[in-house]
Structure formats: structure tokens, C-alpha cells
Nanobody
Framework: QVQLVESGGGMVQSGGSLRLSCAASGVTFSNYAMKWYRQAPGKERELVAGISSLGGNTNYADSVKGRFTISRDAAKNTVYLQMNSLKPEDTAVYYC?????????WGQGTQVTVSS
């Protein structure tokens, strides 16, 4: 059974940085692509960034390109989201998701709040 635990959220001023972590257990980590999503109040959940199972390919939402970086550490079974130059519109609950084919499993989410 896949278990994903996010951490690293918090409150930061506009222009600041945070690094989110998502630790996976119960799976062979290298078999899964990993994705970060976010959901702001009153809005739909949106894809922020993704990384392939072995880390060779990444993709980003246009709104975060050049500011966010997704990476993964196979030795720690962990995926990261480095967020720089944060803006108030980045405020949301951030979720990680493990994906393999049609299977997907979510973490519980971590709150990120960016004040202006």
C-alpha cells in the first residue's frame, strides 16, 4: 500500500522560498512517476510539476516555470518541490501523487501560504 507524507509547507513572504518534501513508503519508488498538485480555496486542483520514474524528464505548469524545481532522491524515496520567488497566488494546499499507469495515490497535503 502506497503511503505518501508531505512536509515543508508553511507561511512565507512574497519573494521567499520553501522546499516541500514527499516521502513515499510501501512501494518500489523507482516504478512511479511523481507529481505535485495544488488546490487553492474555491479552485480546482491543478498540476504544478511532474517527474518521471527515474527522474529523466520533468514538466511544469506555465505559472511556475522558472520558479519551481521538482526533483527526486531514490535513496530516500522522496520527491521534492523547491519553490522560489513565491507569490501570493501560489497560496494553496500542495499534494504529491504517485502515478503508475492508471494507478494513482495521493498524500494528505501541506499548506503553503504566501503573504504580500
Amino acid at each position: 500500500q502506497v503511503q505518501l507524507v508531505e512536509s515543508g509547507g508553511g507561511m512565507v513572504q512574497s519573494g521567499g522560498s520553501l522546499r516541500l518534501s514527499c516521502a513515499a513508503s510501501g512501494v518500489t519508488f523507482s516504478n512511479y512517476a511523481m507529481k505535485w498538485y495544488r488546490q487553492a480555496p474555491g479552485k480546482e486542483r491543478e498540476l504544478v510539476a511532474g517527474i518521471s520514474s527515474l527522474g529523466g524528464n520533468t514538466n511544469y505548469a506555465d505559472s511556475v516555470k522558472g520558479r519551481f524545481t521538482i526533483s527526486r532522491d531514490a535513496a530516500k524515496n522522496t520527491v521534492y518541490l523547491q519553490m522560489n520567488s513565491l507569490k501570493p497566488e501560489d497560496t494553496a494546499v500542495y499534494y504529491c501523487k504517485a502515478v503508475r499507469g492508471s494507478f494513482g495515490s495521493w498524500g494528505q497535503g501541506t499548506q503553503v501560504t504566501v503573504s504580500s
